[in-house]
């Protein structure tokens, strides 16, 4: 039986989060505003309700971090590798086939066409939601938490092979069907087909994963229930004031404390030097196709 019994040693965490939230706005970091969230409903959930339902709580509360997208430097420092070892790998596939292709970087030259790697098929969008999948999945078909860690661990090996085998297949169609049918509808429907496939073969790991010795198949995650007891106190409203004061308080405070003013120029930037301790410079322009484009109307003042 789990007792609800608000916190006051919780309340430091809710404003942790308003004040990394005020941070992330000043340095324009989505991924520090969208944690500071998380932080924050997990700083009510613990003042309100108290350590124990936190507990209670864990897994679900830490499953919404998957729900963020990496930091962006995560993410490009993890895409050109990803992108080179597909492309490496893909090619080592279409010559196992018989089939010619000479990579340069991440675009495989199969003849008469070349296929190239870009960022979208780097695999993350494979990982990160079979990742995610995971997880879950792992949580509540397994019992032992060695075996949960070797299930999720294999979803990402087992997503980039599945990549690697969706752009061998693209090349494959490419060479005997034209560029058109790999860039076509059969693009867009092998990756559905190889993340089906892929999520099959996860589903089979799962199974054998059950079965292997040290604790049998097992029941899964065995779900806790929360017991009111009959004379349990309601929650004080002091609680109920603070938390109040804090969810509707926390926006005005990120707002108004994140709020950089714009800078006006003293003079305008058409006054720069072109020639600067050796350096020389030439005046261009940009065409008012790319500057619309680019959204450079957005930056004047």
């Known amino acids: 039986m789990v007792n ?73 420092n993890l895409t050109f590798p990803l992108q080179i070892f597909s492309s490496i790998w893909s090619v080592k596939i279409l010559h196992g086939l018989g089939i010619s292709a000479f990579r340069e970087g991440n675009v495989i030259d199969i003849g008469y066409t070349q296929l190239q790697v870009v960022d979208a098929c780097n695999g993350l ?12 999945f792992a949580y509540f078909t397994q019992k032992l938490n060695w075996k949960r860690i070797v299930l999720v661990a294999a979803t990402i090996p087992l997503a980039i092979f599945a990549n690697v085998v969706r752009i061998a297949g693209t090349g494959l169609a490419g060479k005997y069907w034209g560029t058109q049918a790999a860039e076509g509808f059969f693009h867009s429907f092998s990756g559905w087909a190889v993340f089906m496939l892929c999520a099959a073969f996860f589903g089979l790991l799962s199974i054998i994963v059950k079965y292997l010795p040290g604790g049998g198949a097992g029941k899964g995650a065995v779900p806790m229930t929360i017991s009111y007891r009959e004379d349990r106190k309601d929650i004080p409203w002091p609680v109920i004031v603070v938390s109040m004061i804090s969810i509707l308080s926390s926006p005005f405070i990120v707002n108004y404390v994140g709020r950089v003013p714009p800078v006006h120029l003293k003079q305008s930037l058409s006054t720069f030097p072109l020639e600067f301790a050796g350096w020389r410079g030439k005046k261009s322009t940009m065409a008012a196709q790319i500057w619309e484009q680019v959204g450079g109307q957005d930056y004047v003042i």
Do not use: N
């Open 4 to 76: 609800f019994d608000s916190d006051w040693r919780a309340l430091p965490v809710v404003f942790f989060a308003i004040l990394i939230c005020v941070v992330g706005e000043l340095g324009s970091e989505l991924f520090t505003i969208r944690v500071s969230m998380l932080i924050f409903i997990i700083g009510l959930i613990w003042f309100i309700y108290g350590f124990q339902v936190l507990k209670v709580l864990r897994f679900p509360l830490a499953f919404l971090f998957l729900m963020l997208p990496l930091p962006g430097f995560i993410y490009r």
């Open 125 to 136: 969008r494979y990982i990160l939601p079979l990742f995610t999948l995971g997880v879950l």
